[in-house]
């Protein structure tokens, strides 16, 4: 079954925590991105990554580290640096390039304690 | 700061009528557009991309596009309650690489 797993689907974070989002896919993709969405807002991008061990910071990358050393898997920690990190976190893959059609997982809702 | 814009809604229909969502942005090197549907509490999932100036259509969904104008839209015919959700507009622009920035979204009511 093809498609984009993030683990885990609920997450909660205590003070000075520092927490990692889980996002593989199987379908073969290069490029692999993670979006911030608060309540009644669009997605914003924390990170992204078009090619295993090269990522670029997105527009709210401050409290957040990512790596990519397996092209199926691009996981997401988020930082005690991160003050404010309850969201709803989604990771997105593509074949990337110009057209950059984007498939999402099902999102990891994360909470503080 | 390169912007898509759509209006926030709700915008609310009867069943079976034309629903009209629009975006505009600024990136005049775009060349590539999507419309995500976003139901409550779910990921975004893919409804239609367009690259051409003009119309493409797909079942019940058209999207529009002009680039002259940078404008997008997504028209849905005999909208159904099941199509109730927030509609992202999100748009392809190239900075170190590609990417794609979103709009905060249009949520459509379907009144039965």
């Known amino acids: 079954d093809g498609g984009i797993t993030q683990s885990p689907k609920y997450l909660f974070r205590k003070e000075g925590q520092n927490v990692t989002l889980s996002c593989e896919q199987n379908l073969n993709h290069d490029a692999m991105y993670w979006y911030r969405q608060d309540p009644g807002q669009g997605l914003r991008l924390i990170y992204y990554?078009?090619?295993?061990?090269?990522?670029q910071k997105g527009d709210i990358a401050e409290g957040y580290s990512v790596s990519r050393e397996k092209k199926e898997s691009f996981p997401l920690t988020v930082t005690s640096a991160q003050k404010n990190p309850t969201a709803f976190y989604l990771c997105?893959?593509?074949?990337?390039?110009?057209?950059?059609?984007?498939?999402f997982g099902a999102g990891t809702r994360l909470s503080v304690l | 700061q390169k912007e898509v814009e759509q209006n926030s809604g709700p915008l609310s229909v009867p069943e079976g009528a034309i629903a009209s969502l629009n975006c505009t942005y600024s990136?005049?090197?775009?060349?590539?557009f999507f419309w995500y549907r976003q139901y409550s509490g779910k990921s975004p999932e893919l409804i239609m991309f367009i690259y051409s100036n003009g119309d493409k259509e797909d079942g019940r969904f058209t999207a529009q596009l002009n680039k002259a104008s940078q404008y997008v839209s997504l028209l849905i015919r005999d909208s159904q309650p099941s199509d109730s959700a927030t509609y992202l507009c999100a748009v392809n622009i190239r900075d170190s690489s590609y990417k794609l920035i979103f709009g905060s979204g249009t949520r459509l009511l379907v009144r039965p």
């Open positions: 990136d005049r090197g775009s060349q590539s």
């Open positions: 997105a893959s593509s074949i990337g390039g110009a057209s950059n059609i984007q498939y």
């Open positions: 990554s078009q090619i295993v061990n090269d990522f």
